[in-house]
């Protein structure tokens, strides 16, 4: 058992307590990792905040994260003792109907254990203080050590810089393909990006490196537009500019609306609006951001009859043990901006304040 640091949230609404927490060895088909970065992400903050229909209490968060692999359990094949990798919070176990389809990457072999918190066999191998801590996404990166399944599990190049390619665990790699493979944004097209945190962002470096020709970054906070230019947004515009709703401007700037349109929020308004400002007879919307408990989305039928598509990610399509190291080395040999995303580099003790920092839009 390793006695170490981790970020607990005993309760929802309260901010992270550091405490010291026993992680016990990996079981069979186990690997314990020693998290060397971690990001934070508005994905847990909304589990943070009560509001996640599938949220545990007490429970170690994070799930954007890199580190060592410290020890495996039995059975552990694909990565060793001092390898570098990355956990998933999307698998690839290679052997489920999801996994054999080349349609999807929603692995769904840990599914049911991992929304409950605990690992494959119903156990958590986290404790503190006498309790049992649940964990968070199958990965739990608020923790100097973690342990996944190994089917949870991306080795990646060793001399990648952790402390920027842990960021390929979630936002990136979600925006990124959301825009290259869900949307499959074609060369010349114009493409509309709501909402220019991270995701946002990813999805703007994608719609760019696939070749689109125009590409409108939407978002109230004009303090994002600078970064969204820097990253490939041709302008940028705010849905307060304007008395007309956003997507009857969007239609009028483009000759009739955009080719491809992603929503980056979580906010089902705007995901009608996103769909509404793509072009009827070819538009396509995708829904990057994840709507709150309970929440539906609406628009008119005619929207779709007229030939529009909806379609939805999660992380960007990507098939997580296959890709992630690919995205590593597309990063490593400068075709995908990582290091830009990071604004600011916090000591773990500041977790709360880096949530802070997150949340004010910094």
């Known amino acids: 058992v390793i006695k170490c640091k981790a970020a607990v949230a005993w309760e929802?609404?309260?901010p992270l307590s550091i405490e010291e927490v026993e992680v016990a060895p990996p079981k069979a088909h186990e690997v314990r990792i020693?998290?060397?970065a971690t990001a934070v992400c508005h994905t847990d903050a909304y589990t943070l905040s009560g509001a996640d229909p599938e949220g545990c209490f007490p429970v170690i968060l994070g799930h954007e994260g890199a580190g060592i692999v410290e020890s495996v359990g039995e059975g552990v094949t694909k990565v060793k003792k001092g390898d570098t990798v990355i956990p998933l919070y999307i698998p690839q176990c290679g052997e489920c109907?999801?996994?054999k389809n080349p349609k999807t990457n929603l692995c769904q072999k840990i599914r049911i254990t991992q929304g409950k918190g605990v690992m494959p066999d119903g156990t958590s191998r986290?404790?503190?203080k006498g309790k049992q801590i649940?964990?968070?996404?199958?990965?739990?990166?608020f923790s100097e050590y973690t342990v996944v399944a190994d089917i949870s599990v991306a080795k990646i190049d060793a001399a990648a810089p952790l402390d920027k390619v842990c960021l390929l665990g979630c936002g990136i790699s979600t925006g990124y393909g959301a825009a290259v493979n869900t949307a499959k944004v074609e060369p010349g097209s114009t493409c509309a990006v709501f909402g220019l945190g991270g995701v946002?962002?990813?999805v703007i470096m994608g719609c760019k490196i696939a070749g689109a020709s125009r590409i409108i970054g939407i978002d109230i906070n004009k303090d994002k537009y600078a970064k969204a230019k820097e990253f490939g947004a041709t302008e940028c515009i705010s849905p307060q500019d304007s008395k007309k709703p956003i997507q009857e401007v969007l239609v009028e700037m483009t000759d009739g609306g955009v080719d491809y349109s992603f929503e980056c929020i979580g906010n089902v308004g705007v995901m009608r609006a996103a769909l509404e400002a793509c072009h009827k007879g070819w538009g396509v919307s995708v829904i990057v951001g994840v709507?709150?408990?309970g929440q539906e989305i609406s628009t008119r039928p005619f929207q779709l009859v007229t030939g529009r598509t909806w379609k939805g990610t999660a992380f960007g399509g990507w098939k997580s043990?296959?890709?992630v190291p690919k995205l590593v080395a597309e990063y490593m040999s400068k075709k995908i901006k990582v290091d830009e995303f990071v604004t600011h580099t916090l000591p773990f003790d500041k977790i709360n304040e880096a949530f802070e920092l997150m949340h004010s839009g910094k």
């Open 12 to 14: 929802a609404g309260k």
């Open 34 to 36: 020693k998290i060397v």
């Open 97 to 99: 109907k999801f996994c």
């Open 126 to 128: 986290f404790t503190c």
């Open 134 to 141: 649940y964990h968070f996404m199958g990965t739990s990166t």
């Open 200 to 202: 946002g962002l990813a």
């Open 291 to 293: 709507a709150a408990a």
């Open 321 to 323: 043990v296959d890709n």
